[in-house]
Structure formats: C-alpha cells, structure tokens
C-alpha cells in the first residue's frame, strides 16, 4: 500500500525552497542565515533535513512590515 502524505499546510513544515520561495529570498541566503544569523528565522533539524515552520515564516514576514508614517499634508 502507498504511503499517504499529509499536505503541507497540514504538516506544517516546509523544505528550504518553499520557504525561500515565501519569503522571496534566495536558498544560498536561508543557508548563509542558518550559519550566520543574519536574518534570524528559525529552523528546524529533523534528521539531516532542513524545515521551516510555516507559523514561524508569517510571523517572521509580519515582523518585517513596515507602515510609513503620514504625511500631515494627507490627513
């Protein structure tokens, strides 16, 4: 019988290339980031595979928002 997988929005985690892809950086980038920390999104290791929590991406993405202030001339 073939093994069933869950979807990923189920699972929860995803590889290095889908979350590079949602976040719109680049692999090389999340690997440069596992090793140095410049950016600081965690990770997890599950055996020798990298994965992501989708939770911890939206919150990361969310933190990186930035609201201009208004101008007094557009109130």
Not at 7 to 15: C, L
Not at 43 to 51: D, E, H, L, P, Q
């Amino acid at each position: 019988m073939p093994r069933k997988t869950l979807p990923e929005t189920i699972r929860g985690y995803v590889d290095e290339f889908k979350a590079a892809e949602f976040l719109d950086v680049s692999v090389p980038a999340l690997r440069a980031d596992r090793q140095q920390g410049t950016m600081g999104i965690p990770y997890s290791k599950i055996g020798k595979r990298v994965r992501y929590y989708i939770p911890t991406l939206i919150q990361y993405a969310e933190s990186k928002r930035v609201v201009p202030p208004m101008r007094a001339d557009q109130s």
